[in-house]
């Protein structure tokens, strides 16, 4: 790992009592810290008031310094700091100096006072404000009543306090809140002592932390409602019950119960897989009224999203399914990233592609029918899209700044990640990884590790040599998605499955295709006598070949089996037109890599909109709704970007029509009482897909507008949201905000400030995006930028209206005029999703240029991320231009 040693081109102000650094001294490290400085304990103290604008606190932190030195460099951001006290190993004191010195990096020195050695302690005096945009510890509000809480990763609890904020920086944290008399506060750990602390005042006490780096930090303060839930009952790996409770906003802790309930199989189920008892002493579930992540892994009390975990008995079917997928993922991680840390943000994959993969272990063995074997190929298709970008990230990504740490936080950490991870299970059996896997946390439990660490533990335990390794790490250490071209031939009376491997890369990429992999190819094909058997074997070379033994005279052949491998396949068209014949025969997760291949191909130019149709079209009979439904995005760019006379678009509407309208007709437009949330799910999906802009199909949209009309008319002085669906209201209320406009616009936004239950927030939020003429469409996004919208809720709003030209010409304008306004509320957690945010989706050239010439150099320094950001976005329209300029329209109706 390098450090990043920038000359010092600025003088930035120091805080109280320091001053700006002098000409001539050292730079700041704007990377890693120097590791002579190694902090091995904190005493945080902090006094917070939800209801002040500021608060204070104090650090004390032992450091052993592994070289003489008169100064030392940390972290710090927005700190007032107003005393620094130097206890040197002898017990002398001295009085320090802290000086900010690198302001946007949130780097600082501290001047010891005299040149020191072997251990120190510093202690650190500061005052901060509440943070306002989501980071460090920061203030939200739920139904006008204030509460203060943390998110500290990637790189904010310098906001909080002043540290070493690195993730190899594992320390034991004793912490103490002082708060108001009133108000409940809850830490990593459990409580062991309460006083009083002055008039209005107490201070409460936590059991010290076992080792964290500063992004695990956790704290809340304000009136929380806190349920006791089941306790955590012992297993064989840890001998004691683990109290579990929820933390929610005020009145709404009754509605934890469900999310509680479902705890215990998952610490079990995780518990069973590692063969490692869940290690803190506590688990808080918190459920956030703000929050920039879906959800954050803090060690012992665990913040989430508030819809996440607040569930009710009618709660729409994705809530029931997401809060138990993401209370899965974040629990995965008291293991992957909690116990067994990453070194370096570079290596972030070790926290979230294997809480990813880990979470979809555990929902395929508590919730089968979940069908989180479709979520891994489903995501990892997903994450394929971006990865086919030449300014794709690898998943061991370089780290050159802060905005590199904010941007790592994507689809190919998290899914990418976790395909690899399964293929490479595949590869070896569940068994011996998991082998592996044990080894793994029991040898680097409560340190770090990194990646060779986990590669090394799976080659051991496979059994396998550097072959594997290297295999494994060519997926790590470089981008991209590989390209496997496959033919059946015969060749001295075998059967052989020809290999030829590239760079997957769309129609119109500038990206060189040759590249390479160790791929692990497992291919199914027909024996005969209806029979199929599936063949493995390391594909690392450009070119070559698999003997098919005991293949069936004229096999058909799927090149992915089970849908395990992270690679895209293609065939020539009798193969393909074979394997079409058999589709439905395959397993689910086959259907989708065949949906996949078909859709890669067309994207490659290979395919063209009347082929797509006809390969497509085995897919919507299945029964699975992952399966029928896999086709919906490239019918809707096709009808988006292709499709341009009436007869052409008649053409695809009436295929989507008869593709899924019977199946809604069949479920109906209501949720039925005992219905299967599979139902549930598909209803949704097909509803939202036929009633959309892209095929607007007559009856649906008619259906929908009676349940939006409803549930926008007044009841009680609110509107009267549960006569819709609750699993269709987004839906019904968007055709609603389409079809009447002004009137149901302003009913929305009158209605959101008075409404804290965030299903229906969420439901409403989505419904304003929908809104078509200009001045509508403004008049949503200025609501979003006001204080009645949350600032993790604004993209809610800010993400629609872009599926025309003049569509996204209209958000253009709007988002160039309020740009510094959307930075000013978001802060630079969301820098790198900034240039979609105003330019996603769009589909030309002159859509890109333009993108390019607003991001110029200086708003780019602004705002961490937006680099990455901009150039992925501008890729991604440039390659829609160039497959939209491909296409021959008149393919689609022959």
């Not at 940390?74 to 620094?84: A, F, I, R």
């Not at 994507?410 to 976790?418: F, L, S």
């Not at 705002?863 to 300029?885: F, H, M, N, P, Y």
Request: charged share 25%; hydrophobic share 40%; net charge neutral.
């Amino acid at each position: 790992m390098r450090r990043l040693v920038r000359p010092l081109l600025f003088t930035a102000l120091a805080a109280a009592c320091g001053t700006a650094l002098a000409a001539g001294t050292d730079a700041p490290p704007l990377g890693h810290l120097p590791t002579w400085a190694q902090p091995e304990s904190y005493r945080l103290s902090f006094k917070v008031d939800p209801k002040q604008e500021t608060y204070t606190g104090k650090t004390v932190v032992k450091v052993k310094l592994g070289q003489p030195s008169d100064f030392i460099w940390l972290h710090g951001k927005d700190l007032t700091v107003s005393k620094v006290v130097v206890t040197d190993a002898a017990g002398k004191t001295h009085t320090g100096k802290y000086t900010v010195a690198a302001e946007k990096e949130g780097v600082a020195r501290i001047d010891l006072g005299a040149t020191l050695s072997g251990e120190i302690t510093l202690a650190i005096d500061f005052t901060a404000p509440l943070n306002k945009q989501l980071q460090g510890l920061y203030k939200v509000s739920h139904e006008g009543i204030p509460y203060a809480m943390t998110q500290m990763e990637p790189v904010s609890a310098r906001y909080a306090f002043p540290g070493f904020d690195e993730p190899s920086f594992k320390t034991p944290y004793d912490i103490s809140l002082t708060i108001p008399a009133d108000d409940q506060g809850v830490a990593n750990t459990a409580q062991v002592k309460e006083e009083k602390a002055g008039a209005g005042w107490k201070t409460l006490t936590f059991s010290t932390t076992k080792p964290l780096p500063t992004y695990l930090v956790a704290f809340a303060v304000g009136p929380w409602d806190i349920v006791k839930g089941p306790d955590i009952t012992p297993t064989a790996y840890r001998a004691t019950p683990t109290p579990l409770r929820g933390i929610a906003a005020k009145g709404e802790g009754h509605r934890m119960q469900h999310v509680l309930g479902e705890t215990n199989a998952i610490i079990h189920t995780l518990e069973d897989y590692y063969g490692f008892g869940y290690p803190f002493d506590k688990l808080d579930l918190l459920a956030a009224p703000d929050f920039s992540a879906g959800a954050m892994e803090n060690a012992g009390l665990v913040t989430f999203r508030d819809w996440l975990l607040l569930i009710d008995p009618d709660s729409a079917a994705q809530y029931v399914r997401g809060s138990f997928n993401v209370n899965a993922h974040e629990l995965a991680h008291q293991w992957t990233g909690d116990t067994v840390t990453m070194a370096w943000w570079n290596d972030l994959w070790l926290n979230e592609a294997f809480a990813t993969w880990m979470q979809q272990k555990v929902t395929q063995k508590v919730h089968p029918e979940y069908r989180a074997d479709l979520d891994r190929v489903r995501g990892a298709q997903g994450a394929m899209s971006n990865d086919s970008l030449v300014s794709a990230r690898k998943i061991r990504q370089e780290i050159t700044g802060n905005g590199d740490i904010e941007t790592a936080f994507d689809g190919i950490t998290y899914q990418k990640g976790a395909a690899v991870l399964g293929m490479f299970e595949g590869y070896v059996s569940e068994p011996v990884f998991q082998k592996g896997m044990r080894a793994y946390i029991q040898k680097h439990k409560f340190a770090n590790a990194t990646a060779d660490d986990l590669v090394d533990a799976i080659a051991e335990a496979a059994g396998q040599g550097d072959q594997f390794k290297k295999a494994f790490n060519s997926f790590l250490d470089q981008s991209g998605v590989p390209y496997v071209a496959t033919e059946v031939k015969t060749q001295g009376g075998k059967t052989v499955l020809e290999l030829k491997q590239s760079r997957y890369l769309p129609l119109g990429s500038t990206g060189d295709a040759n590249r390479v992999w160790g791929v692990p190819m497992c291919v199914r094909y027909a024996t005969g006598n209806g029979a199929s058997k599936v063949k493995c074997e390391i594909l690392d070379k450009a070119t070559g070949t698999m003997v098919l033994d005991g293949a069936a005279k004229n096999a058909w052949v799927m090149p992915n089996a089970d849908g395990r491998g992270y690679y895209r396949f293609a065939q020539n068209k009798a193969d393909l037109a074979a394997l079409t014949k058999v589709v439905g025969t395959l397993t689910d997760a086959e259907q989708l890599a065949y949906a996949d291949a078909v859709r890669a191909s067309f994207q490659h130019g290979d395919l063209n909109a009347g082929d797509v149709l006809a390969a497509f079209k085995p897919l919507t009979a299945s029964k699975v709704r992952e399966v029928s439904t896999s086709p919906m995005g490239t019918i809707a760019w096709i009808l988006q970007n292709e499709a341009v006379t009436d007869a052409q678009r008649a053409r695809v509407r009436q295929w989507a029509t008869d593709a899924y309208l019977p199946t809604l007709r069949e479920l109906g437009y209501r949720k039925k009482a005992g219905e299967q949330d599979n139902d549930t799910l598909t209803r949704n999906t097909l509803a939202a897909f036929l009633a959309g802009d892209d095929v607007a199909n007559a009856e649906v949209r008619a259906e929908l507008l009676k349940q939006g009309d409803a549930a926008l008319r007044m009841k009680d002085g609110h509107l009267d949201l549960d006569a819709a669906d609750p699993d269709l209201l987004a839906t019904s209320l968007g055709v609603a905000v389409q079809e009447r406009g002004a009137p149901a616009v302003d009913a929305l936004i009158a209605e959101i400030p008075k409404t804290s239950d965030p299903a229906k927030r969420n439901a409403m939020l989505d419904a304003l995006s929908e809104a078509k003429s200009p001045a509508l469409a403004d008049k949503a996004r200025n609501f979003a930028l006001g204080k009645d919208v949350k600032v993790g809720e604004m993209a809610m709003v800010l993400s629609g209206s872009r599926d025309s030209q003049a569509a996204r010409d209209d958000l253009w304008k709007w988002f160039t005029t309020n740009y510094d306004k959307i930075v000013a509320r978001t802060g630079s957690f969301a820098g790198g999703r900034l240039p979609a945010l105003g330019a996603g989706g769009s589909c030309s050239k002159s859509e890109a240029d333009r993108l390019s010439a607003f991001f110029d150099k200086d708003r780019l320094s602004k705002v961490s991320g937006a680099e990455r950001g901009l150039a992925q976005t501008r890729e991604s329209i440039l390659l829609c231009a160039a497959l939209k300029d491909k296409q021959d329209p008149n393919t689609i109706v022959r």
